[in-house]
């Protein structure tokens, strides 16, 4: 089947504006994980949905970032009132679920305020 | 905190040669372990998983792992010039998928 696809692509947006970020997991895979990547820089984990169990929101740098999964599938991630130091690659990934299982990563967003 | 720990790199080796990959972790309570390949501007790639020590090939790939001295590495052998990409190391420390921490990478570079 398809893997992990995420929208839109790129996103340009203004300094103070909000921004959704879009993730489809592969079918029937119950965890998913957003990361953030910036330019030369390793993955920050920021948030992690399991079932219908409650997100660990452990990794959000702030309170202006928040994500959701409708119905188990599709996640959103939003950035509220988008600082310059928010540009960066998003990453989802989505997995099985159990840890032997790997993640498989989605083309990713990549989001640049200025 | 649970960290994982490579060398950033670069590491530069001529066409085919052996490019050794080390990736050390913090704890010893460590289910899972991943190499993931990343090329520039890509999103990165599952490379191999291992989950007992001792090695594990797959190709021109071999993943080595000592959970006693807590490290785990890759070796790429007869390496190419599409080998040069960025190599991220990852730990997964429960068996529910929370505890997934990747290493910052290692950017490898093959000379033709």
């Known amino acids: 089947g398809a893997g992990v696809s995420q929208s839109p692509s790129n996103k340009v947006t203004e300094k103070g504006k909000d921004v959704e970020l879009r993730c489809d997991p592969i079918s029937g895979h119950t965890a998913l994980y957003w990361y953030r990547q910036s330019l030369g820089q390793g993955l920050e984990f920021l948030i992690y949905?399991?079932?219908?169990?409650?997100?660990?929101k452990s990794g959000l740098p702030s309170d202006r970032f928040s994500a959701e999964r409708t119905g188990g599938s599709v996640s959103t991630l939003t950035i509220q009132r988008t600082q310059q130091e928010d540009s960066a690659v998003y990453l989802c990934?989505?997995?099985?679920?159990?840890?032997?299982?790997?993640?498989?990563f989605g083309p990713g967003t990549r989001l640049l305020v200025l | 905190q649970k960290e994982v720990e490579q060398n950033s790199g670069p590491l530069s080796v001529p066409e085919g040669a052996i490019a050794s990959l080390n990736c050390t972790y913090s704890d010893r309570v460590s289910q899972s372990f991943f190499w993931y390949r990343q090329y520039s501007g890509k999103s990165p790639e599952l490379i191999m998983s291992?989950?007992?020590?001792g090695d594990k090939e797959d190709g021109r790939f071999t993943a080595q792992l000592n959970k006693a001295s807590q490290y785990v590495s890759l070796l790429i052998r007869d390496s190419q010039p599409s080998d040069s990409a960025t190599y991220l190391c990852a730990v997964n420390w429960d068996n529910y998928g929370q505890n997934f921490v990747f290493g910052p990478g290692t950017r490898l570079s093959v000379l033709p």
């Open positions: 291992i989950y007992s020590n």
């Open positions: 990934a989505s997995s099985s679920g159990t840890s032997m299982e790997t993640q498989y």
């Open positions: 949905f399991q079932g219908n169990s409650a997100p660990d």
